[in-house]
């Protein structure tokens, strides 16, 4: 026995050895890749010394001799950083994820090799202006002689992801930097997706019912506010709404969890300093490391400061001293699909508007990991790309004998998006910004832009041109070789909606409607808000004038718009209309939900109840309303809509009519419903989050997920590098956060502001900025989620210019010199 023990004791010793000595042999190599912030480096590409400052935060301000050398520094800071994300970027916009995750990732790379992303990227360089290319090819030089480092150093592989993945690192091109802002176009659409289920749901219901459960936005067009002095003072914060009108890696994304973003802007006349103000939060979906990265870059026009993507060399959101600007999704109806005929004699042949002609074809190869190769034989008509149906579920639309092309706005071989956005950042004034976004084709935009005396909005990118007997309005798929359903190029620049200099002094875009025109120069049909812009213009009027204060304070404001309203109808008959009832009965757990709904102001607070029980109940409302119309397509609606669920309670065009059980015999009102759903919503409280009401608590629902795309779902792995943080917000509040709508876990946080910003121009180096988790992309960085918790706090960091400020408490100062 003794002897048993003894090698039992040895055995477990040595495994005890074994797991430490692995974990510091990982630690080792993972450590590799962390980057030397203080060194200095001979590098090829520029022609006099970079110096990077980086600041007590991490954010790099990056000094040169002249705007190429800057822009090398960039590319050399965002590889440092983020290069695994940069290159995962450049990998799906070429639709080459396969090469290293194997066969779970050939539908992505499928859906990007029929769009050609990558190749319409390449061929649109010649499109940019000279600056555009100079700059391009010096960034991409400096993400270069990075990598050069990693390799001649034994840096780690410049990431700890590639010890699990390794792959030869292709050098950088200036192509790259183009696709990856393709590929924010394609992660930023909703129109694509909104027009399939439109379309699957009209087979299932009739017309009248399609216009509620997908709502047309019944505003009239929101983006300036009236002049403060036409409104009626006191007017009480409560104002009910009565308007009657795949993988986490792929960049497809569902409908609601498309792009979204907050901007707003006041002139002299409503800031109590006498100088414009500007925020803006850019919304995506949550990822670790957030896909922001802060950035300063002196140019030889001024300093630029602001928020970067890692792959691009334009700050996309930011200041310089004379001018803030921030981008909001326009949701301009971009994306089209058309019903192709093919020849029943031919099937290498399509109808069009002349008669039967050939496809345009290329064989494309994907490479995966550990199975055969697959190839795809992309087809494209005059229209656009061919896609399969078993993508976007195109399938369930397309009748026999027939494809389904897409004709999108960003499939332009001549796109000078890249030179148009860095040409905003170079603008001094409001009308160079303006001016310098005629050129910008996608994703469309709206540009929030402030200098020291004025502020504007400006729709930038392509509106396409419809035929005004457009079949569907581009609202449904439609006949392709009808010319009337084909685009007729794009309207003029002067036709994109634009608000200068309003008389109310305050700007704004929540994602909503901007601007009520009719077809064809509509814009969209389908609006990414009809919520939260009412609470922004709450907050826009309730005060004369602003601060950079009360700019961070509406960014951050929780109070649910929707919930004020919507709980107004659903508990309308029945706040305290319920009889006595025993602890532990659903009945008194109804009378305690409601009681404590009675008292609540709509605040989304991760500290309290209500917001579980309300977000729970109005879900389970939704279901019951659709389930029994749409049946298996019930599940596609995800999210509750307000506006659908207060047609229904105020009975707008007979919507009340989803209200009864189509399978049963009586007649079901919609009090009873809400009470059946409020019920059950309790059920799913209790059985997920604990019995006692008063005591679940929302944040615990409502975490944020910054998972790692590719490590988030690994055992052990996920523990280093996903972030997990209780938040406030919700779907339809300024500080959002929109929820996952599926799962096991329908409240988490997956889509929301992983950048903030407030500019003002009264002290420009009082702005301040912050992104959602770190500037490292490495998980062994202190850096990783140094902001995250500053983020979650609603707290923010400087956005000074001030060299010597950044200097101060610097973390590290790297110098590049030329080679010799």
């Given at each position: 026995m003794a002897l048993i023990f003894r090698w039992l004791v040895r055995l477990a010793s040595a495994l005890i050895f074994l797991t430490v000595a692995a974990v510091v042999l990982a630690y080792y190599f993972a450590s590799r890749s962390l980057p030397d912030y203080s060194a200095e480096n001979e590098v090829s590409g520029i022609s006099a010394p970079v110096e990077i400052v980086r600041d007590n935060a991490n954010v790099p301000h990056i000094f040169g001799q002249n705007d190429a050398d800057v822009y090398f520094g960039l590319g050399y800071a965002h590889a440092q950083d983020r290069l695994w994300q940069m290159t995962m970027l450049r990998r799906t916009a070429q639709g080459r994820l396969s090469e290293l995750f194997g066969t779970r990732t050939v539908p992505i790379d499928e859906v990007l090799r029929r769009f050609d992303i990558y190749t319409l990227a390449v061929s649109s360089f010649n499109a940019q202006d000279d600056q555009t290319k100079a700059a391009l090819r010096a960034y991409s030089a400096g993400v270069n002689a990075w990598l050069a480092e990693v390799n001649e150093g034994a840096l780690g592989r410049g990431a700890p992801e590639m010890w699990l993945f390794n792959h030869a690192i292709a050098r950088w091109e200036p192509a790259d930097s183009i696709a990856i802002l393709k590929l924010m176009a394609l992660q930023l659409t909703s129109h694509l997706d909104n027009e399939v289920l439109r379309a699957r749901t009209s087979l299932l219901i009739e017309?009248?019912?399609?216009?509620?459960?997908?709502?047309?936005?019944?505003?009239?067009?929101?983006?300036?506010?009236?002049?403060?002095?036409?409104?009626?003072?006191?007017?009480?914060?409560?104002?009910?709404?009565?308007?009657?009108?795949?993988?986490?890696?792929?960049?497809?994304?569902?409908?609601?969890?498309?792009?979204?973003?907050?901007?707003?802007?006041?002139?002299?006349?409503?800031?109590?300093?006498?100088?414009?103000?500007?925020?803006?939060?850019?919304?995506?979906?949550?990822?670790?490391?957030?896909?922001?990265?802060?950035?300063?870059?002196?140019?030889?026009?001024?300093?630029?400061?602001?928020?970067?993507?890692?792959?691009?060399?334009?700050?996309?959101?930011?200041?310089?001293?004379?001018?803030?600007?921030?981008?909001?999704?326009?949701?301009?109806?971009?994306?089209?699909?058309?019903?192709?005929?093919?020849?029943?004699?031919?099937?290498?042949?399509?109808?069009?508007?002349?008669?039967?002609?050939?496809?345009?074809?290329?064989?494309?190869?994907?490479?995966?990991?550990?199975?055969?190769?697959?190839?795809?034989?992309?087809?494209?008509?005059?229209?656009?790309?061919?896609?399969?149906?078993?993508?976007?579920?195109?399938?369930?639309?397309?009748?026999?004998?027939?494809?389904?092309?897409?004709?999108?706005?960003?499939?332009?071989?001549?796109?000078?998006?890249?030179?148009?956005?860095?040409?905003?950042?170079?603008?001094?004034?409001?009308?160079?910004?303006?001016?310098?976004?005629?050129?910008?084709?996608?994703?469309?935009?709206?540009?929030?832009?402030?200098?020291?005396?004025?502020?504007?909005?400006?729709?930038?990118?392509?509106?396409?041109?419809?035929?005004?007997?457009?079949?569907?309005?581009?609202?449904?798929?439609?006949?392709?070789?009808?010319?009337?359903?084909?685009?007729?190029?794009?309207?003029?620049?002067?036709?994109?909606?634009?608000?200068?200099?309003?008389?109310?002094?305050?700007?704004?875009?929540?994602?909503?409607?901007?601007?009520?025109?009719?077809?064809?120069?509509?814009?969209?049909?389908?609006?990414?808000?009809?919520?939260?812009?009412?609470?922004?213009?709450?907050?826009?009027?309730?005060?004369?004038?602003?601060?950079?204060?009360?700019?961070?304070?509406?960014?951050?404001?929780?109070?649910?718009?929707?919930?004020?309203?919507?709980?107004?109808?659903?508990?309308?008959?029945?706040?305290?209309?319920?009889?006595?009832a025993p602890d532990g009965t659903p009945e008194r757990r109804r009378q305690i939900a409601l009681d404590l709904l009675s008292a609540w102001n709509g605040e989304m607070n991760e500290h309290l109840p209500e917001p579980?029980?309300?977000?729970?109940?109005?879900?389970?409302?939704?279901?019951?309303?659709?389930?029994?119309?749409?049946?298996?397509?019930?599940?596609?609606?995800?999210?509750?809509?307000?506006?659908?669920?207060?047609?229904?309670?105020?009975?707008?065009?007979?919507?009340?009519?989803?209200?009864?059980?189509?399978?049963?015999?009586?007649?079901?009102?919609?009090?009873?419903?809400?009470?059946?759903?409020?019920?059950?919503?309790?059920?799913?409280?209790a059985e997920n989050h604990g019995e006692a009401i008063e005591a679940v608590r929302w944040g615990d629902a409502h975490q944020a997920t910054h998972d790692h795309p590719v490590l988030g779902n690994t055992p052990l792995l996920n523990w280093v590098v996903n972030i997990r943080q209780s938040t406030s917000g919700g779907d339809h509040t300024l500080q959002r956060g929109k929820t996952a709508g599926t799962g096991v876990a329908p409240f988490q946080n997956v889509h929301a502001a992983g950048y903030r910003g407030v500019y003002d121009f009264a002290d420009p180096d009082s702005s301040v900025f912050v992104t959602a988790t770190g500037q490292s992309g490495h998980p062994l960085s202190r850096y990783y989620d140094n902001l995250g918790e500053l983020w979650r706090r609603g707290e923010y960091i400087p956005m000074s210019l001030d060299p010597d400020l950044a200097r101060a408490a610097a973390v590290g100062i790297s110098v590049l010199r030329p080679a010799n």
């Open positions: 017309n009248e019912r399609l216009r509620d459960i997908m709502p047309d936005d019944p505003t009239d067009g929101v983006a300036a506010l009236p002049e403060y002095a036409e409104l009626i003072p006191g007017v009480p914060d409560f104002t009910p709404n009565t308007h009657m009108a795949f993988q986490s890696i792929s960049p497809v994304k569902r409908g609601p969890l498309a792009g979204a973003s907050n901007a707003w802007a006041a002139n002299a006349a409503r800031s109590a300093t006498g100088a414009t103000l500007l925020a803006n939060d850019p919304h995506l979906e949550l990822t670790a490391p957030s896909i922001w990265y802060l950035a300063r870059l002196e140019l030889s026009t001024g300093g630029v400061i602001g928020g970067t993507i890692p792959g691009m060399p334009i700050v996309l959101s930011g200041r310089s001293a004379d001018l803030g600007w921030g981008v909001t999704t326009a949701y301009v109806d971009d994306q089209d699909i058309l019903i192709e005929e093919v020849n029943p004699a031919n099937p290498n042949e399509y109808r069009d508007v002349t008669g039967w002609v050939p496809f345009r074809t290329r064989d494309s190869i994907i490479t995966v990991r550990d199975a055969p190769a697959v190839t795809l034989r992309l087809r494209w008509t005059a229209n656009g790309p061919v896609m399969p149906a078993n993508q976007f579920n195109l399938g369930t639309i397309t009748p026999p004998g027939h494809v389904t092309s897409i004709a999108w706005s960003a499939l332009s071989d001549r796109d000078p998006s890249m030179s148009s956005a860095m040409a905003i950042m170079r603008a001094r004034t409001v009308r160079e910004a303006i001016a310098a976004g005629e050129d910008y084709i996608a994703p469309a935009q709206n540009l929030t832009v402030a200098d020291r005396n004025r502020i504007a909005m400006k729709t930038v990118g392509a509106l396409p041109a419809r035929d005004e007997n457009h079949q569907s309005q581009g609202r449904l798929p439609s006949y392709g070789y009808l010319p009337e359903n084909r685009w007729q190029g794009r309207f003029p620049y002067s036709d994109n909606p634009e608000f200068v200099d309003p008389d109310g002094g305050i700007i704004g875009n929540t994602n909503n409607k901007t601007i009520d025109r009719p077809f064809p120069l509509h814009v969209s049909h389908h609006w990414g808000d009809t919520q939260r812009i009412n609470r922004w213009r709450r907050l826009m009027q309730a005060r004369n004038v602003h601060t950079r204060d009360s700019f961070i304070e509406a960014q951050l404001d929780t109070v649910s718009f929707a919930a004020r309203t919507l709980l107004t109808l659903m508990g309308a008959d029945l706040w305290y209309t319920g009889d006595p579980l029980i309300y977000a729970a109940w109005v879900r389970e409302f939704q279901k019951r309303l659709i389930r029994d119309e749409l049946g298996p397509l019930a599940p596609e609606f995800t999210h509750a809509d307000p506006v659908f669920i207060e047609r229904v309670f105020r009975d707008i065009d007979g919507a009340s009519v989803w209200c009864d059980i189509i399978q049963s015999a009586p007649v079901e009102t919609c009090t009873d419903i809400a009470r059946q759903a409020l019920d059950e919503a309790l059920i799913w409280i």
